[in-house]
């Protein structure tokens, strides 16, 4: 993410042109100055739907490949993951009834990931035992499978995790209950 005090520099960069082809040209197009001036902090509501786009880019791309039978369903599976039980997810409100399995694990993980990742402009990275706590409000609010979350805790897949890619500092005690 861009420095506030950055953007400045960055948008009298986005001025300078360069030749090619006989023709005056950007350094930097719109959309590299748009992407290179994201701010830490909390999204614009712009930014968000920008970032719930790419579950929909996801399926529509994908619908596109030719995938062998047995993998007909990657699409759903991949798309899926920003859906809730509770019906409230994107990018078509799924119900828990209209939610495979495999979308279900896809959630957990993408959640998980996402509050744990340290390359997130828009949130500050999060301890394990903050992480896991937050894991337990979307089971109590109906948004992940509760039996897909107690095999991700159970199976110490959550610690799995945190080992290989989390940061050794973010790591710390989790209470499992």
């Known amino acids: 993410f861009m420095a506030d005090d950055k953007i400045d520099r960055l948008k ?3 001025r300078r042109t360069y030749e090619a082809n006989g023709e005056q040209k950007p350094v930097l197009t ?6 290179l001036s994201i701010r830490k902090g909390t999204l614009t509501t712009e930014e968000r739907k920008k970032m719930e786009e790419h579950a929909l880019v996801s399926i529509e791309m994908l619908r596109e490949l030719p995938f062998p039978k047995k993998l007909r369903h990657v699409p759903e599976y991949a798309g899926g ?11 078509f409100g799924l119900t828990a009834d209209q ?4 979308a279900r694990i896809m959630a957990v993980a993408d959640i998980f990931e996402a509050l744990t990742a340290r390359d997130r402009p828009y949130k500050p990275t999060k ?13 109590k609010d109906q948004e992940l499978d509760p039996a897909v979350v107690d095999i ?4 110490n897949i959550y610690l799995d ?3 290989k890619e989390m940061d050794p500092t973010q790591i710390d005690e989790v209470k499992v209950g």
Do not use: D
């Open 161 to 163: 995790y945190a080992r």
């Open 99 to 102: 939610l495979s399995l495999q």
């Open 12 to 14: 009298n960069i986005a």
């Open 127 to 139: 301890p394990l035992s903050e992480a896991m706590k937050i894991m337990g409000f979307f089971v």
């Open 152 to 155: 991700f805790i159970r199976g």
């Open 81 to 91: 993951h920003h859906e809730k039980l509770n019906g409230k997810g994107y990018p």
């Open 30 to 35: 719109e959309n590299e100055v748009y992407n």
